[in-house]
């Protein structure tokens, strides 16, 4: 019995493993978008797509991001500035790829441009300050998609959000959190929406990795800046030391990042590229072995896990 049982699930992952490695035909007359080039995943994708010769339209926040990705890259790829959270910049570099894909359209959309400041426990921040993170990494990851959805339904093609594992699980106050799980489920409708045009969805959830959102030295930063604005009330509840434990935790956090970035801008390719892509993907150890299990546990067990490991106000104990 458990013989064959251990034959059909190793049948099952060998014909997963030969149906993932079909590739898409066609793959130089195809044109990807990718938002946040400057640096980071979006910066090594938008190269390691250029190398197989793929055609890239990279968006970057600023002209100097912008120069150097023009500098390492070949003459196919292109840039344009791009601010996912001004709607009229939008509409402008929506124009700018319509003029460049033509009637094939757009066969590739990633979403990559994101932030992680501010951070910091919830009851530190105010609305605005939750309102700078959603405004990046989930409604301008909506906005993108919808303006630019007519291309690459055109084209039959992808669009690859990147969540995070913190999409799975919220161990961190402000924002993040709450915007990563936003883009997994605008994903999870917008897949299901597409499925009848021929349109993939999938998602990119990485672990931690060493980025500059992962930068240890602002995440400090923002912590003292933010501890400094809040309220009399709520510094005496959670206490100095519990600010310089925090901090201390934040840096044990900076320990943790894999340095390896094409462990996430490989299962971006993947989804672009495969005529099968998977509808999530997990990117680094840390999410396949520690994260993603945890997601599937009792809440009482993982909120357990959580207070066993982090820092807690003095007078709270």
């Known amino acids: 019995m458990w013989l064959y049982l251990m034959g059909l699930i190793g049948l099952y992952y060998l014909l997963r493993w030969y149906r993932e490695r079909q590739v898409v035909s066609n793959l130089r007359d195809k044109y990807i978008f990718i938002t946040g080039c400057d640096s980071g995943f979006g910066n090594l994708l938008a190269r390691q797509l250029d190398l197989r010769g793929l055609r890239v ?38 124009q700018w790829v319509k003029e460049r894909v033509g009637d094939r359209g757009l066969w590739g959309l990633v979403n990559n441009a994101g932030i992680a400041l501010p951070l910091a426990p919830n ?83 990485p672990g931690f990795f060493k980025t500059g959102i992962t930068d240890k030295e602002k995440h400090v930063q923002n912590l003292r800046k933010i501890w400094d604005q809040t309220s009399p009330e709520v510094k005496k509840a959670y206490n100095k030391k519990f600010l310089d434990s925090y901090i201390k935790y934040t840096g044990t956090m900076d320990k943790m990042c894999e340095s390896n970035l094409s462990l996430v801008t490989d299962c971006m390719e993947h989804a672009l590229t495969a005529c099968y892509p998977r509808t999530r993907y997990s990117a680094g150890w840390d999410a396949k072995l520690v994260y993603l299990p945890m997601s599937y546990l009792p809440t009482a067990l993982v909120d357990t896990m959580v207070y066993l490991n982090s820092p807690s106000p003095v007078k709270a104990q």
């Open 123 to 205: 009851e530190w921040m105010t609305k605005q300050d939750f309102m700078k993170i959603l405004d990046v990494n989930l409604l301008g990851v909506i906005e993108v998609t919808l303006s630019l959805l007519p291309l690459v339904r055109k084209a039959k093609g992808r669009v690859v959000n990147v969540a995070s594992i913190m999409g799975r699980l919220s161990l961190l106050g402000g924002g993040y959190c709450i915007s990563k799980y936003g883009v997994e489920a605008f994903s999870d409708s917008l897949r299901r929406e597409l499925f009848p045009f021929g349109v993939k969805v999938a998602v990119i959830e």
């Open 57 to 94: 339209l990279a968006g970057c926040l600023t002209e100097q991001g912008a120069e150097q990705l023009r500098n390492q890259t070949s003459n196919r790829l292109e840039t344009v500035i791009l601010d996912v959270t001004q709607t009229e910049n939008i509409s402008t570099v929506t």
